[in-house]
């Protein structure tokens, strides 16, 4: 699982700061990752992938994250490895890229 991430406040009365504390909400965001998916012929996607059972998800100074963000993970736990892990999978389907218009001749 990925580590916090505050929201990088580096003065205690920003603007910023100010409006997080008026809010009530967290300096942090959710857990998440970056996952960018490219293929030829199709639209690279950059996208972030958050995890269920976070209470961030529900809200940050960003707003809610929409529930298709956030996946389910599966912990694999093997005591030979002395290591647990967590895997999980995604769907994409990608945009095809439009090939450019024709050029127009010149009037």
Do not use: N, W
């Amino acid at each position: 699982m990925p580590g916090l991430e505050t929201l990088g406040f580096k003065q205690d009365h920003s603007p910023l700061t100010d409006l997080t504390k008026a809010l009530e909400l967290p300096g942090m965001r959710p857990l998440h990752i970056h996952a960018i998916v490219s293929v030829d012929g199709c639209l690279p996607l950059t996208t972030q992938i958050y995890f269920d059972g976070d209470p961030l998800v529900s809200g940050t100074i960003e707003g809610p994250v929409p529930a298709a963000a956030v996946k389910s993970t599966e912990l694999h736990d093997d005591p030979v490895d002395y290591q647990a892990r967590r895997t999980l999978t995604c769907d994409y389907v990608l945009r095809p890229a439009t090939s450019p218009a024709p050029a127009r001749p010149a009037a």
